[in-house]
């Protein structure tokens, strides 16, 4: 085969023919003329997930208030029934996942109930990478405990403001450190953190620590119970396709269990005792002891269709098939974009390099908006990153192939130039 022979069409198409995946791109709504390659910030809809959402409006349509008990799944286990069909995709146990709340709520009850700032342990060590949200709930719960965040949050330093050096996150892993927050992918670059090595290093140092999965689940494999994490939590909406504002997900490791939550409510308690309506909480004796209010059932129902794909598919397939395809698009930028000033920011390494791709450009902003008139979805991210996103289930190789040559006609003849070269409201 002729060395450039990647760089055709026909090799894209010839990659789809043998993609084992490929019949499931049928299972999600595509528009027609659109490459969505910003399933990282946004999952597409799929035929199951929607059917699972008309499945619970019937089930409240038939049963009323009766749906807590009754129909296929009753509401009042469905937290749970998502956590036991998520523990897969995170290497946990069953009883150790919780479906509910959102990111920031979930990373707000592992602080409140694990942040025990005593004696000479004050302080949470996070970095200057990871997800605002997460460092405004870190810094509002120091508040709490009226410490101030400057001297108490700890953030990591990145050499290149892309990624982080895991011996200077373990270097600051220091006796006054109470709790660790960190990214398990970092958002920008797609960096994947080895949580098994910090895990293993915070505990050597008696610091708990938790990860933010929300650019890892459903993009990577984990094993948390394995690697003895202490906490995680994440989004649904990203890669594991639960719709606009899904339902979250909360993990804390069985050595936990029996810790009063603190941030209580009604639905953390033991399923047998919630409704004794007392008014000293009964906690349930797993995960599920850190709910707090009622579940938000129809934000919820569409993960149960989408996480049935998952478990069928399994995490594994779907890493393969990701990492594939980023290696792709790696190798056609490196060719084709080579005279156009981008730089691939993501690690290249295929252990270090989370599900999508990092590119960066002085003028990402006009790119992104010329990208979106030729039908291609991407994502921008201040100041000059460009994420990329071909996601396994639903995207083709053709796909990377056309969204590459896209960047190279734009570039080549300046489309770009025609848009301000700054974020939309919403990027």
């Not at 990203?238 to 409510?265: D, R, S």
């Not at 069928?312 to 290696?327: A, C, N, P, Q, Y």
């Not at 060719?335 to 989370?354: M, Q, S, T, W, Y």
Request: overall charge negative; proline content about 4%; some cysteine.
């Amino acid at each position: 085969m002729n060395e450039n022979a990647y760089l055709t069409q026909e090799y894209a198409r010839q990659l789809d023919e043998e993609d084992e995946l490929k019949q499931y791109r049928e299972e999600f709504y595509i528009q027609p003329g659109i490459i969505y390659m910003d399933g990282n910030s946004l999952g597409l809809l799929s035929k199951r997930a929607e059917d699972s959402l008309w499945r619970m409006l019937d089930s409240w349509k038939t049963y009323g208030i009766d749906g807590w008990t009754k129909g296929e799944h009753p509401w009042f286990y469905f937290s749970e029934k998502l956590g036991e069909m998520t523990a897969p995709l995170i290497g946990a146990k069953p009883e150790e996942v919780i479906v509910t709340g959102s990111t920031t709520v979930n990373l707000h009850q592992i602080v409140s109930t694990f942040f025990k700032p005593k004696g000479n342990r004050t302080k949470i060590l996070a970095d200057e990478l990871n997800f605002p949200t997460d460092i405004y709930a870190l810094k509002s719960q120091l508040g709490i405990h009226g410490l101030d965040p400057e001297e108490h949050l700890i953030q990591v330093k990145s050499a290149d403001g892309q990624t982080l050096c895991e011996e200077d996150i373990i270097n600051a892993m220091t006796d006054d450190v109470a709790l660790i927050v960190l990214a398990g992918v970092l958002y920008r670059s797609g960096q994947i953190l080895d949580m098994e090595r910090l895990t293993k290093e915070a505990h050597k140092r008696g610091i708990l620590i938790a990860f933010d999965l929300c650019h890892s689940i459903g993009a990577i494999p984990h094993q948390l119970s394995e690697w003895g994490v202490d906490f995680a939590f994440w989004c649904s909406y990203k890669h594991l396709n639960g719709g606009p504002g899904a339902v979250a997900g909360l993990y804390v490791n069985e050595a936990h269990f029996g810790a009063n939550p603190g941030l209580a409510g009604w639905f953390g308690s033991h399923k047998e005792k919630q409704f004794d309506m007392e008014h000293t909480l009964t906690p349930a004796p797993d995960a599920g002891a850190f709910q707090m209010g009622t579940p938000h059932l129809l934000s919820a129902a569409p993960l149960y269709g989408s996480l049935t794909m998952f478990n069928e598919v399994g995490i594994e397939k779907i890493r393969k098939k990701s990492l594939d395809m980023t290696k792709y698009m790696m190798k056609l930028i490196d060719a084709e974009l080579k005279d156009f000033e981008f730089v691939i920011a993501n690690p290249r390494d295929e252990d270090k390099r989370g599900g999508h791709i990092y590119l960066e450009h002085d003028e990402a902003a006009r790119i992104c908006k010329a990208l979106k008139e030729n039908g291609i979805i991407p994502d921008f991210r201040t100041p000059k990153g460009i994420r990329l996103a071909p996601v396994a289930l639903y995207n083709t190789y053709e796909e990377v192939w056309r969204t590459v040559q896209a960047l190279k006609k734009i570039m080549a003849e300046e489309q770009y130039k025609q848009f301000e070269n700054k974020r939309d409201v919403v990027a």
